[in-house]
């Protein structure tokens, strides 16, 4: 193990060892800052933890746990909570090694259809059409128990019919079984009207919004009424659904359903360094969390500071909330929006679970103050590469060339360009070999070479720190003459790679350096030579097919390239051509050159 990688290991140990035993969701990411995954875990530290100090059980597993280059967390209430938030930042994110979780195997939420007499239904997607959605909920069971509890309480329709007031006058639709099975009234026959309709989807609504007593009171007078009118019958009916109600128990949701698009900041802070906790919660459900550090200039207060955050927070994650939970008011309006300082209920949880999570913020930052800013990878990677390479300069620029060619015939060249330790693929370039003939790999290496830096100097643009050869001695020779002819081999550093042992060849010195197999730069070149490899061989074979496709065509007496261009356009290769008949052929070519390629294909 390097430097470099005892000091990732030594950073990685240090954030598990700051995290909270408590539930919550641990988020994983590479070294380019994308998130690669995300769990949920009933205590954060020792489930963070399983994963560095235990062997991982699976292949997967170690593959994921060598590419984590940073570890983030947000702490909940409960497990049952961190696994609703797991699935949206899953869903949100889709992060690479969460390829199991499918978008059918998605928490269910229950609609409210925006149509007229709605429909009631799960479904697990969610389309912003206008209706209204509940959830999600953890369990499928519930959700269909809750639908069977409506169906029992309300004739609600099932049918997927457009029940326009149009459609309906012209008799378009007919009543179902469910009409006839005392499940539906009829509304597609105009059997039903719409404001009784729409009574059952206002008691249906409150119910899911957890308004439940105000419907069980209502249900409550219409029973007292009916006995009082003798209508025993229909009195029982509503006893029965009370009944049902009453026993009804309030779904487990994130959040109150309630409480829809919501931004909830808190903010903590020492003598240097403030802290602030955003939240965002939409449908129910806490889809965005992110804590800031703001470093103090001029000794600036809390009051001072919270605005600007929460200005900064909602521009940069396009925030339209139009209420704002905080601690304190702060003297700032923002237009759209009112603030609230949440005393009691679910509310005051959701700010008090953002104080849970700054606090924490701010605890593993004092906790890892005497860590050093990481040094971002790009730079790290072009400073070992220097270092290993004994290089003057660092590589920011690096350039590679290969030569294709078989047994000399359509001798071709690659050049690719890396910056930033990086591919440049709008850099690329292929070169024909124009001076050289039959397989010569040294000269026309040597061809290309000068053609590629004569031309940069000749353009005025800028010439790369270093050039990588794919090949030994022989190769390397070639394109220091002539780097040499172009007075440019004291500027650029030069090198080749030996394919069989991995050598890296210097201009004037026989022994080669060999860099270990698993360090950072033999990795980079290796990448320069296979990405040059690979883009040389694929221009050489298109090349290589073209020609193939012309060559037997061209054997034909009296048929010219001009016509050869247009078959190939028609009938797309050769065996195409030879495979026409010679009417497709004289609308081609015309009657005299028809009859002599198809007497050509006939020999």
Known sequence: MDNQERKQESYLKELIRVLPDSPGVYQYFDDSGKIIYVGKAKNLKKRVSSYFYKEPDNAKTRILVRKIRDIKHIVVNSEQDALLLE?????????RYNVLLKDDKSFPWIVVKNEPFPRVFSTRQIIKDGSDYFGPYTSALMV????????QLYPLRTCRHALTEENISRGKFKVCLEYHLGNCKGPCE???AEEEYQEYIYEIKNILKGNVSSVLKYMKESM??????????EAETIKRKLEILEGYKSKSTIVNPKINNVDVFSIIDDEKNAFVNFLKVVNGAIIQAHTIEYKKKMD???ATLLPMAIADIRERLHSNASEILVPFKPDVEFEGAKYLIPKIGDKKKLLELSERNVKYYRLEKLKQQANQTKTPKEVRLLETTKKDLRLNKLPVHIECFDNSNIQGHHPVAACVVFKNGKPSKKDYRHFNIKTVEGPNDYASMEEVVYRRYNRLQ???ESLPQLVVIDGGKGQLGAAVNALRDLKLDEQIAIIGIAKRLEEIFYPGDPVPLYLDKNSESLKLI???????HRFGITFHRNKRSGAFLKSKLEEIPGVGPESIRRLLEKFGSARGVEKAGKEELAQVVGNSRADKIVSFFKK
């Not at 007292?224 to 019958?233: D, G, Q, S, T």
């Open 144 to 151: 269909k128990t809750l639908i069977d509890m409506f169906r």
């Open 526 to 532: 290796q990448h320069l030579r296979n990405e040059a």
């Open 87 to 95: 699935n949206n930042l899953i869903k949100k994110y889709q992060p």
């Open 224 to 233: 007292m009424k009916l006995a009082a009118e003798y209508k025993f019958e």
């Open 190 to 192: 105009g059997l039903q």
């Open 300 to 302: 600036e207060d809390v």
């Open 458 to 460: 000749n353009e005025g």
